[in-house]
T-cell receptor, first 114, second 115 residues
Framework: AQSVSQHNHHVILSEAASLELGCNYS??????LFWYVQYPGQHLQLLLK??????LVKGIKGFEAEFIKSKFSFNLRKPSVQWSDTAEYFC????????????FGSGTRLSIRP | EAGVTQFPSHSVIEKGQTVTLRCDPI?????LYWYRRVMGKEIKFLLH????????ESGMPNNRFLAERTGGTYSTLKVQPAELEDSGVYFC?????????????FGPGTRLTVT
């Protein structure tokens, strides 16, 4: 069965630190990859997505992610985090063979110390 | 353009009662999805409508859950009778891509608490 693994349940960083959140998925076919974010009290919103083309994708608020097909990974990065990045981050996969459903990881809660 | 809306934002009911959640997708989006996140777990797919037809309902947990999308516009998700383990946040999403392949736009969710 398809699955998405996020390596960290809770990450705590200081402002200006660099961030990398790990994500691996288990599926061998064509996929779309996403990172969603849920800020406190707000709804899920798309941070960035990979459909095809350049495996390094840039999203909103200075986030980027790199698709490494050989490693089935789609790690999220940001060179310098801000307090406002405090949120829960979800990696997700949408596989061509099961076009309807998005499979989510369990989420990583990011806390930024001011 | 209005986003996906859900009603109510929060519902508290007793075990055995019935609750109906509503989702209004983005206008023109034929694809509508329901997802659920129970406490501390991942967000899980429940089902997918294309217009008024159920395309995939493989994620529906049991027959206490009934989803409808009459007329292919808004959708309702009814839980009858509710059990304690049904507590969680129910998300709705919509997409205009053919076959649902692509970006889905999520609503704010309905937090359901069953006591």
């Amino acid at each position: 069965a398809q699955s998405v693994s996020q390596h960290n349940h809770h990450v705590i960083l200081s402002e200006a630190a660099s961030l990398e959140l790990g994500c691996n998925y288990s599926y061998g076919g064509t996929v779309n990859l996403f990172w969603y974010v849920q800020y406190p009290g707000q709804h899920l919103q798309l941070l960035l997505k990979y459909f095809s083309g350049d495996p390094l994708v840039k999203g909103i608020k200075g986030f980027e992610a790199e698709f490494i097909k050989s490693k089935f990974s789609f790690n999220l990065r940001k060179p310098s985090v801000q307090w406002s990045d405090t949120a829960e981050y979800f990696c997700a996969v949408n596989a061509l063979s099961s076009a309807s459903k998005i499979i989510f990881g369990s989420g990583t809660r990011l806390s930024i110390r001011p | 353009e209005a986003g996906v809306t859900q009603f109510p934002s929060h519902s508290v009911i007793e075990k055995g009662q019935t609750v109906t959640l509503r989702c209004d997708p983005i206008s023109g989006h034929d694809n509508l999805y329901w997802y659920r996140r129970v406490m501390g777990k991942e967000i899980k797919f429940l089902l997918h409508f294309v217009k008024e037809s159920k395309q995939d309902e493989s994620g529906m947990p049991n027959n206490r859950f009934l989803a409808e999308r009459t007329g292919g516009t808004y959708s309702t998700l009814k839980v009858q009778p509710a059990e304690l383990e049904d507590s969680g946040v129910y998300f709705c999403a919509s997409s205009q891509d053919i076959g649902g392949w692509g970006e889905q736009y999520f609503g704010p969710g309905t937090r359901l608490t069953v006591t």
